[in-house]
């Protein structure tokens, strides 16, 4: 069974980064997309970026561009999510998700199968 852990979460000051990681086991992490999405305190899920198996980027949104990026290390099966200047706004709760697909989609939820259980990100001085 595909199982997906996130870590790196925390808590971070406004401005400040964070390095979120999406560990794969049970699968082999290179031939697919791999997304990572968000869910704030009372609001949908969101997609923030994906990275297809031939690493083209999907950005969800286009505020998220300059801030955000995305890494795969195949030889560690694992995805990296990194996320600079920092803002209130970005709290969530982040999840790596895949549909065990090559390309990313629309990077909408309900396109992927296989969810990690999340890491807290808060952001807050």
């Known amino acids: 069974q595909v199982q997906l852990v996130e870590s790196g979460g925390g808590l971070v000051q406004p401005g400040g980064s964070l390095r979120l990681s999406c560990a794969a086991s049970?699968?082999?992490?290179?031939?697919?997309?791999i997304g990572w999405f968000r869910q704030a305190p009372g609001k949908e899920r969101e997609g923030v970026l994906c990275?297809?198996?031939?690493?083209?980027?999907?950005y969800y949104s286009e505020s998220m561009k300059g801030r955000f990026s995305i890494s795969r290390d195949n030889a560690k099966n694992t995805v990296y999510l990194q996320m600079n200047s920092l803002k209130p706004e970005d709290t969530a709760v982040y999840f790596c998700?895949?549909?065990?697909?090559?390309?990313?989609?629309?990077?909408?939820?309900?396109?992927?199968?296989?969810w990690g259980q999340g890491t807290q990100v808060t952001v807050s001085s």
């Open positions: 990275i297809s198996d031939t690493e083209r980027r999907t």
């Open positions: 998700a895949t549909s065990r697909k090559s390309s990313c989609g629309q990077l909408r939820g309900y396109e992927y199968d296989y």
């Open positions: 049970r699968f082999i992490l290179a031939y697919y997309a």
